[in-house]
């Protein structure tokens, strides 16, 4: 009898150990394993991060890719938000810039976080961004405009019969989620309230009054 | 040993013993059985006639969730866990079952879970009202905030199934009386084993999902939340990693089941019982690596979709093995047709039409039409009623001498397996046809294109219904006034458990039986 306890506790045990590890594998494998699968492949409309590359890409003059660009805010976020352009054409191995337009147009200040997405989806590892604003959180104060840099390299080994890549960024309000980012942004507002104050009453004249529109200079590489 | 149950309440409470424990799962399951079939005929109700007449549509949306999630973790799983506590001690000449105190704690926590996740019909926001599959962010940013008692809820009928689970491996590696190799098991205890080992294996996955969703609801994580840097598509990923191979859990016990039935019936031994295990045990490794065909239309690659839709149709391979097994083990048997057989034998018919709907289904390109549509809800009650239900029912009459030492009356149980043989046709054979017109799944209110086919899915789930009350009234009319049973009580039967006497007394095989009572069929 003690023999066979001393059994049933070895099979408990180990059986738990797989319970558990079935556990840790669903949070702690999955996801990562998930992301990191799309990333790979490609799959999902999932574009990569930010693009380093040592050498110049070589331009391929011989042929066109037309770009577009697709903004929309998903539910209940109130920005104005929209490419400045939204379709260019471009050869692969040329790095181009273009700009989307965010504007607050709420009394509070607010956190926004652009996700891509890119169809067609066997595109995206041809998708070279060097520079862009998704790879950050975008904090606008109240009424506060803003435009958003993108700088991206068509690679020149894009499969010959994609002809249009359609590059999609979704706004999402994070504001909930970003406590810091608005702190940060209420002491900036203040300073440059302070900083305004002490302007007027130094009767400087030729101090910009618009001076918190920043211009694509947000554009921080985040890796 | 010649000690019996204690008296009063505390021999429930309190009881160790593999057949009280046994008993109370089967009675729990009857009693969420009867609660999830009510939420049906509400549905069934609602949609009797186009436009909304008797539910309000997030009531409706409701109903459909908590049917979806009662009948499966409070009917279906308890079910099995009652029978496998039952009979698996039994079967392999086992004193009790091997960790008897962790199986009281197993049942007892299962009424909690499921007090928890009926209990938010009476609060602010309801029940959920997100589908069984809780689809994030349906289940997360957009659920009511009644979603957390759910979450506990699936929590601890979790653990539920790993302890009840944990504890049939245990008693099958270790307790079996000596000469019962594992190749002599009967199959209900290898399917059962097979069965176990995918509860220990997904149950944490599923636990891991509700948990992911927690953090995202309460904690500010983002594992479902684009906003964050998540992905909803992650959480189906997820989910089906679990749910298929649950599907599997609610259906290899009943191919158990039926391998022990249709043998005693057709009087010859079960046919290919060797190819029987190694089928079955195929059906749960593919299990593993088919979950994307329930999301082909999220937007996979074409490789992704092709590999899916091949495993997918290769599970048809081992599952007809089965099938021809069984028809094989009836061919130029001496059969008659008690309760039990008529439920086997319709079970093998229709479980084989709800496989032959999922062929159809797994076919990636006509998926994209079937996707969602009550094309999809047949199919599943096909494999779900027929497959899980009626192998529990059939399971009930076979054994119930056995346990009560009472002979059911015959008349009226086939009277019950007709009703609800004609009922389960007329509800879900429409649906098919519905669904290829185009009705999709979980709506209140539908175009009137499809009013015939609702109107006759309406009337069978009532006679389905109501034979679920005959059979109540069969199973309580037998424990109450039936004629007594013998020992062997099938003429055909053979096996462990029909060696002891009816009723089986409280403690069996305190000494291990001879191994000439040992027969693998």
């Known amino acids: 009898m003690a023999a066979e306890q001393k059994k049933t506790k070895h099979i408990l045990i180990k059986l738990l150990g797989l319970v558990v590890a079935m556990f ?14 799309c990333d790979v492949a490609g799959l999902n409309g999932k574009t990569q991060g ?14 066109w890719v037309k770009v577009q660009f697709v903004a929309v805010n998903n539910e209940g976020m109130p920005w104005e938000f929209q490419p400045n352009e939204f379709s260019i054409k471009v050869h692969p191995g040329e790095a181009t810039v273009t700009h989307f337009v965010a504007k607050n147009p709420t009394d509070s200040i607010m956190v926004g976080q652009a996700v891509p997405s890119m169809v067609p989806s066997n595109a995206t590892n041809y998708f070279h961004k060097t520079e862009c604003f998704c790879f950050n959180k975008q904090t606008l104060g109240p009424g506060e405009e803003a435009e958003l840099g993108l700088r991206f390299i068509v690679d020149q080994d894009l499969p010959k019969a994609v002809k249009t890549i359609t590059l999609s960024y979704s706004l999402f309000d994070v504001t909930d989620m970003s406590d810091s980012d608005v702190e940060s942004k209420e002491q900036e507002l203040q300073a440059l309230h302070t900083n305004e104050l002490s302007i007027l009453t130094e009767f400087v004249p030729d101090k910009p009054r618009n001076n918190y529109i920043h211009v694509a200079n947000r554009m921080q590489p985040l890796i | 040993m010649a000690h019996g149950p204690a008296k009063g309440i505390s021999r429930w409470l309190f009881t160790t013993n593999h057949k009280d424990i046994g008993s109370m799962y089967l009675w729990f399951s009857f009693a969420m059985f009867l609660l999830g079939g009510t939420f049906a ?6 949609l009797f006639q186009p436009g909304l007449q008797i539910v309000e549509p997030n009531f409706f949306n409701q109903m459909t969730t908590m049917h979806g999630l009662v009948m499966v973790f409070g009917a279906v799983m308890p079910a099995f866990v009652g029978l496998a506590n039952w009979m698996i001690p039994m079967m392999i000449g086992a004193p009790d079952m091997a960790l008897p105190r962790m199986n009281n704690w197993s049942f007892w926590i299962l009424p909690f879970a499921f007090a928890l996740l009926v209990s938010t019909f009476f609060m602010d926001g309801g029940a959920p009202n997100f589908g069984w599959t809780f689809y994030a962010p349906l289940s997360t940013t957009y659920a009511p905030d009644t979603v957390t008692f759910f979450i506990f809820g699936v929590h601890i009928m979790g653990a539920s199934s790993i302890m009840g689970a944990i504890n049939i491996v245990a008693t099958i590696l270790n307790l079996r009386a000596p000469g019962m190799t594992l190749m002599k098991m009967p199959l209900f205890v290898w399917t059962w084993l097979i069965t176990a080992y995918l509860l220990i294996a997904v149950m944490p996955v599923l636990a891991g999902v509700v948990t992911m969703m927690l953090m995202d609801i ?45 043998p005693t019936f057709a009087r010859k031994p079960l046919f290919g019982y060797s190819s029987m295990v190694y089928a079955s045990a195929s059906i749960a490794f593919l299990s593993f690596i ?34 021809f097994n069984w028809v094989t083990t009836m061919w130029q048997g001496a059969m008659t047709f008690e309760t039990p057989m008529l439920f086997s034998i319709a079970f093998v018919i229709l479980f084989t039409i709800g496989g032959f709907s999922g062929l159809m289904l797994a076919i990636a390109p006509v998926d994209f039409q079937y996707h969602d549509t009550y094309f999809v809800v047949a199919h599943f009650h096909y494999v779900l009623v027929p497959g899980a239900i009626f192998s529990i029912t059939a399971a009930v009459y076979y054994w119930l001498p056995k346990w009560t030492g009472k002979m059911y009356d015959e008349t009226l149980g086939k009277t019950h397996f007709w009703l609800a043989f004609i009922g389960l046709n007329v509800t879900f054979f429409p649906m098919h046809f519905s669904g290829l017109a185009g009705m999709p799944r979980r709506i209140p209110d539908y175009n009137p294109l499809w009013a015939d086919w609702n109107m006759i899915s309406s009337i069978g789930a009532f006679l389905f219904g109501g034979a679920q009350i005959l059979f109540l009234y069969i199973v309580i009319r037998a424990i109450v006034s039936g004629k007594k049973a013998t020992d062997r009580v099938w003429e055909g039967s053979h096996g462990l458990e029909w060696t002891v006497p009816s009723p089986a007394p409280y403690h069996t095989f305190t000494t291990p039986p001879p191994k000439e009572d040992m027969q693998s069929y």
């Open chain 2, 41 to 46: 005929l509400v549905i069934r109700m609602e």
């Open chain 2, 290 to 323: 088919v979950w994307a065909h329930h999301m082909f239309t999220v937007g996979m690659p074409l490789f992704g979709e092709l590999v899916f839709m091949y495993a997918t149709m290769l599970i048809a391979v081992p599952t007809g093995v089965k099938v």
């Open chain 2, 218 to 262: 309460h904690f500010g994580t983002s594992f479902f939340e684009a906003a964050g840097g998540g992905d909803p598509v992650l959480f189906q990923h997820v989910f089906w990693f679990f749910g298929h191979p649950e599907v599997y859990i609610m259906i290899l016990p009943a191919f158990g089941i039926v391998s022990a039935i249709i």
């Open chain 1, 24 to 37: 840790v594998f669903a949070i702690w494998v999955m996801p990562p394993l998930y992301n990191l699968i």
């Open chain 1, 50 to 63: 930010q693009y380093v590359s040592a050498v110049a890409a070589e331009v391929d003059t011989s042929r």
